[in-house]
């Protein structure tokens, strides 16, 4: 059974062929009013002071259509922290950029979203991680924030806004998370689950503690699988000619401070905007040029490997585990195979899928 066309993939394909980036996400602020139990954020302002204006954010933006950028994402941290965020959103929108706004939704206002709803092609993100007012309260540790962040989603979604729910799936949570998840898509809304946690520049392994094991991962795995149609993974080989990832190929990320990295995930630094101009940083960056030149068949230690097909690797998250972002890390070897289980549950078998494709060069 074959899964369809990616359209999202092709078209991020298609830019890394033309060498241009089709995706920029903007952390806007570290500032968050939640403190959730998972977050890999660093923090405050107050340990990173330097943030970009309202100026440099524009001039930003216009490189970024000067490059040819299509989608704009406004992150942060909590975006809506910022006093500028509207002003920041519509100058994106009269340079024709689809804009994605992530919040937790808990400052989001009626006029805020009529306000987006004029503006057209806005879609948001919005964070809700359990079915309950406790669990999800209990993630973010804020009191009322299920309530707030629902409201949103309904809200917006009454507005004709599209409106994505994203979940982090967690070993005290992970049982609500697929019904969750059901319920939204069945009145339309797009939705998501995160199935790993990421450790934190500033929180070093604490976030990890709130991970799923063996049980709790292949639950929520079998949940996803029925939800897709399940869809098997690359068990007649994995095309080693792909791309190890389109960060830094088609997509890039702003930090608070004007330092540019590959993606949110992978916190090593290509440029500084302070000193440099995106095209720049875009085409000459040593690191940039690095990752362009990596395919799946670099993945030298992996590509033979019986779980290849199985496994969901990070570039970046294999850099923080290793410091090497082609080496294979504990959490992707042990989740490709939670996820070859979930598998063999869900079909009655799961075959051996190694790494296939051309030789190396």
Avoid at 62 to 85: H, M, T
Avoid at 202 to 210: M, V
Avoid at 331 to 348: L, N, S, V
Wanted: charged share 20%.
């Amino acid at each position: 059974m074959e899964s369809s066309p990616d359209p999202l993939k092709a078209l991020y394909a298609f830019y890394a062929a033309k060498g241009l980036p089709v995706n920029m996400h903007i952390d806007l602020t570290y500032e968050c009013p939640l403190n959730c139990v998972h977050c890999f954020a660093k923090g405050s302002e107050s340990v990173h002071p330097a943030l970009m204006d309202t100026r440099m954010v524009k001039g930003l933006l216009d490189q970024a259509a000067d490059l040819g950028v299509l989608e704009v994402v406004f992150s942060g941290g909590e975006p809506l922290l910022r006093k500028d965020l509207w002003e920041l959103v519509e100058y994106a929108r009269q340079l024709r950029f689809v804009v994605r706004l992530k919040t937790s939704g808990i400052y989001l206002r009626s006029q805020d979203i009529d306000f987006m709803a004029s503006l057209g092609l806005v879609w948001v993100d919005i964070s809700l991680h359990g079915g309950r007012p406790e669990t999800h309260d209990a993630v973010t540790r804020v009191p009322g924030s299920f309530d707030k962040a629902m409201a949103a989603i309904l809200d917006l979604h009454k507005a004709g806004i599209r409106v994505q729910v994203n979940s982090s799936a967690l070993r005290f949570n992970y049982q609500e998370v697929p019904e969750l998840q059901a319920r939204f898509h069945d009145m339309g809304i797009g939705n998501g689950i995160t199935m790993w946690v990421m450790p934190s520049e500033t929180k070093g392994e604490a976030p990890q503690a709130y991970a799923m094991e063996h049980d709790a991962f292949v639950h929520v795995s079998l949940a996803m699988l029925q939800k897709n149609g399940g869809h098997p993974p690359h068990t007649d080989g994995y095309d080693l000619s792909e791309p190890l990832c389109y960060a830094g190929r088609s997509a890039m990320h702003v930090g608070p401070d004007g330092l540019v990295h590959p993606c949110v995930a992978w916190p090593v630094v290509a440029g500084d905007l302070k000193q440099q101009g995106l095209r720049e940083i875009w085409f000459d960056s040593p690191l940039f040029k690095r990752i362009r030149s990596w395919f799946m068949r670099d993945r030298v230690q992996c590509k033979t490997c019986n779980l290849f097909g199985y496994c969901n690797f990070c570039p970046g998250r294999a850099f923080q585990a290793t410091g090497d972002s082609l080496m294979p890390y504990p959490d992707a070897c042990t989740t490709a195979q939670w996820t070859r289980e979930a598998y063999e549950q869900f079909f009655g078998s799961a075959p051996d899928a190694p790494g296939k494709g051309p030789k190396d060069r």
